[in-house]
């Protein structure tokens, strides 16, 4: 725990164990922090949170910059599971990061509070027949977990000023390629904006980040905001927060209860104990607690499928392979998607990227942060990020065409961006490019129509679901990356020549560029174990863990040394002949994301929402209640109908303020027993 703060009321299962709770919330990540801290506003009501990880509350889960480093590892709780291998991207696996621990991903993420443009809501409303989940109805909820007074002022009226979430944006940053990007971004036809989530903000452009920090500089993950110390004690006496603990399956009763209105009776669970390798495992005997009212499921896109699955609803065929009767037949983890990017970066000088902080300046950053919460490490490594749509590209020119003003019209379904690109003043390989200082501009897919699925690999609720990501599974999305690659191509060349920039920058990553660079870099992927998702930290800024036992033992001084003077023999070396954004061939970017293409951890829509049962592709309704059930609800990123135009953390959130509100009027005026 942070110094001064009281301790955290966390009880271990056996302390739980035969009990019965009014609401149980199954997972106690982004969205279930929220749910649990809006129902205990209640003292009559008793909640129980069960989450597989711990609070762990230390000094590297506070800096924002420093709690994305993924690779720091137990700090963080931070937990990667690999995809099976990926048939259109040379069969190789995509790493999917969450944290395990309260709080969730919201404490290793980016940060960035972005809620996605009005006309995505409108389409859910329209497209998919969900008339509650539209722009108006969602609206007052994303206002509802946030305090933007710092960022926006007290007078924006589209802003929430009095919610738990506290919003920021990076002040100037000591890097002088801001205000350039910005006139390249201008110069191709984007307009600059400050607030992305402003609804009359236009559809595109090149947007200033909100980021979930509070005014002392730290990260405002969803445990530090909905649960924090002050609030678990606070409300002990009804609300208890229950850690190491692994949802086995639900008890749900199939005997008393109508085939179409299943009541889930509790809640069986194992005591997670971490073995010496950090891999996690189920000891002891199993525990039960009873449910009073509802059982909420916020385990996450991957887990909560997981869970719906062993406890018996899901596909028949799928359960039928492990021995699992049957419950209820439901479409669960058939549609997974997520957003999926591929890094372009150039060269700068390494006092206009994050690199600078591998040098003194990374500890004067420490401590302007420990003593005034500023600083690089007050910040996310995203402070600026672009939405555009691709088929406003002019094709010869690759200028954004925005002379029709029903382009830029945010309300309207068919402007939602269909690409971004998030900058980033660092390298955004997940592994390290030695002796190169670079910053990224990454296009991202965020409307893609590709779709996966999770299944399970067996009964062990602590074994890793089989992931089958989606990532250009359908060749529409090929189409759409290829546009956005050479608009991102576009951008750099017209920032790092035409706007006066006084430094070097050289596209050093990208389709038709140094491919020998690249391909150095790719024989040097340390070796991964698939099944536990660990793994050598790579070095570098970004991902590196110096305290990493295995990464000491195989890297010694000379050892960097020699990787970085062989780096830099190789760029001598290089192609002087490379490719632009006008003659580089669809093959070549098409072969580039095959080889560098990521997930983006925005992974959602296994549980999706429907406006009914019967087309068979929906697993909750609009109230997020589970088909065929009574007391059974889903919250979290897994029930959106298509993944919004934006970063997930603030619509998942939405979804979980809604949760806790439809579940307080189901149950307003009844008796507590």
Known sequence: MWPLDPAYPEVSPSQIDGKEYDYIVVGGGTAGCCIASRLSEDPNVSV???????????FVSRVPLMSQNFWMGDPLQAKRRFTEPMGKVNNRRNGIWTAEGLGGASRINGMLMTRGMPGGYNEWAEKYGLDDWSWDRVEPYFRKSENATLAHG?????RGHDGPIEIRQASSPPFKWTSYLEKAAAQIGLPVHKDYNDPSAPAVGLFTTDMAIDRTGKRASTYRTFLPASVAQARKSHLTICTGAVVSRLD????????NNLVVKGVYIRPVDSTKNGTQKAVGDSIYVKARREVIISSGTVCTPQILLLSGIGPAEQLARFDIPLVKELPVGAALQDHCSAAIMLELPKSETLTMLESIWGLWNILLWVFRGTGLMSVSATPRSIFFRTSSLDSTTLKLDTTLDASLDPNSASNIPDAEIMIQPVSSFERHVPGYSLITLYPTLVQPFSRG???????DPLANPKIY?????????LVTFRKAIRFTMRLAEEFALKTGYPFPA????????????LEEWEKTAPKVDIDTGKGDAPLGYTFASKADESAKKATSTSTIVSEVEATKATAAKRSKINKTWRDVSDAEIDDYVKRVGMGSMHVASTCPMAKDETEGKGVVDQQLKVFGTRNLRIADASVFPKVPSCHTMAPTIMVAER???FVTRAWRGVAVE
Do not use: Q, Y
């Not at 007290?154 to 589209?158: E, I, N, P, T, Y």
């Not at 699925?453 to 009964?459: G, Q």
């Open 659 to 661: 949760c806790a509100d």
């Open 469 to 477: 990501h989606p990532m250009l599974e359908d060749p529409r999305d």
């Open 453 to 459: 699925k999770i299944e399970l690999s067996s009964r």
């Open 154 to 158: 007290s007078d924006a009226k589209h």
């Open 48 to 58: 129980l949170v069960l989450e597989k990880g711990h609070v762990k509350d230390n």
């Open 506 to 517: 050289t596209l050093t990553f990208a389709p038709g560029v140094n491919l020998d660079i």
């Open 252 to 259: 749900i009763d199939t005997e008393s209860s109508p085939a």
